[in-house]
């Protein structure tokens, strides 16, 4: 998850079989708290040109993290103050994008969840219940916050609010990463992050990109998902934030209600890219289990893998598309 202090480019590794060879070409990172991975499957360029443009991918994607998680990025200066803030061109298209997110998930995602993440201490070391009192106040200040797209890539918020992007954020620097590619001449490849993928371009069945979930650490069932070219986001109940009355909450925070929702085992969601897959991955952690199947069927453009767990044991569902891509892998 993006909750960590981001320090990149600790660990490097090149694999370099040929660009224009039988083999793809791959370069991975381990960074503090993310590994990167991007690869390239079918493209006419050569060698050089290729470990360039993994070089450039991976430079988008460090930039566009440390525009949002650095303590000297842009979007810290902006929640920090309201005075208005110029930010790079990439992050105030990000920023003139948010509305439409709001309005695609019928504002079970908001960018401006910062403040009831503190009030929660979601991010500290010592997690906190606020009271009925506290947390419609705090409700009322995120409604209330407004962000100002200025000239000259200028922002400010109106309000007093913070803004939180959450895995939308890491979604979107993958996307960026995987434009330098496409971009370049890389027919087909993928780029991975932390359990979110976007894949492009036609594999061969050897080559065929497969992203695997392990909802339980502790146990061998294992899930395997061969989507078609677009964004996976998974989103784990392990990687909980909080504990309230005996139950695991996630770091996700219901914007209607103010309140921590419990998670899934694994959620997966497809999407054509992985901003988009992250951003409704988001919101159906929000929607009530029952809605959430439904949603999806009335929507062309996302599919979703959940795996639960009951009093009966462990089981999953998918919707109608994704059930196409899954493989149970048993032991």
Known sequence: MIYKPIMFALVFSLVLPGCDGDEPMSLNRETEGYHFAVKIIESGLSRGECSNLMEEAFEVFKNRIEMIESDNGALKKLNSGRVSVEVPVDLYGLLSEVESFHAATEDLWDVRIGGLRELWGIDSDVSLTPGSVELDSALQVMKQTEIELLDKNRVSLK???MLY???VALGWAVDGAAQVMIEGGVGAGSVEVDGIH???GKTSPENNHV???K???ND???YSIAADPGGLCSIYLRDVEAEIDGEELTGLINPLTGMPVPGYLNLTVWAPDATAACLY????YVMKPGLLMRWVEMNDSVSVFVVKDDAVGMFA???SRMDNWVTLNLP
Do not use: K, N, Q
């Open 159 to 161: 309000g007093d609010g």
């Open 165 to 167: 992007f959450g895995r």
């Open 198 to 200: 976007r894949l492009w």
């Open 211 to 213: 992203m695997t979930v």
């Open 215 to 217: 909802p339980l650490l």
């Open 220 to 222: 061998s069932t294992i």
């Open 281 to 284: 991955a988001e919101a159906m």
């Open 317 to 319: 569902e998918t919707d």
